[in-house]
């Protein structure tokens, strides 16, 4: 059973940092891809970051320049480091794993809350 955990999020200022983690398990980790997605309150799930097995990343504009991702593949993890953070990335971020040509292995997490507000 693939379970993926995200962890890391919180409340914090304008201009601060966080560093979200996802834990997969139950599938090989290192041939998918992984990427964190956003759910504003009234909005649709948007793409914030993906990487891909070999290790490519790409960014929604958005986040260019401020958002990092990055994984582990000896520990089976995925991270976002997330800095200079505005209040428009109040949102759950959510945990994603892909694989396949048309992405026949799809997972998704339960999602963590970040919110930026002072």
């Known amino acids: 059973q693939v379970q993926l955990v995200e962890s890391g999020g919180g409340l914090v200022q304008p201009g601060g940092s966080l560093k979200l983690s996802c834990a997969a398990s139950g599938l090989i980790f290192r041939i998918y891809g992984m990427g964190w997605y956003r759910q504003a309150p009234g909005k649709q799930r948007e793409l914030v970051a993906l990487i891909n097995s070999s290790g490519t990343t790409n960014y929604a504009d958005a986040v260019k320049g401020r958002f990092t991702i990055s994984r582990d593949n000896a520990k089976n993890m995925a991270y976002l480091q997330m800095d200079s953070l505005k209040p428009e990335d109040t949102a759950v971020y959510y945990c994603?794993?892909?694989?396949?040509?048309?992405?026949?292995?799809?997972?998704w997490g339960q999602g963590t809350q970040v919110t930026v507000s002072s």
């Open positions: 994603n794993a892909y694989a396949g040509a048309r992405r026949q292995f799809d997972f």
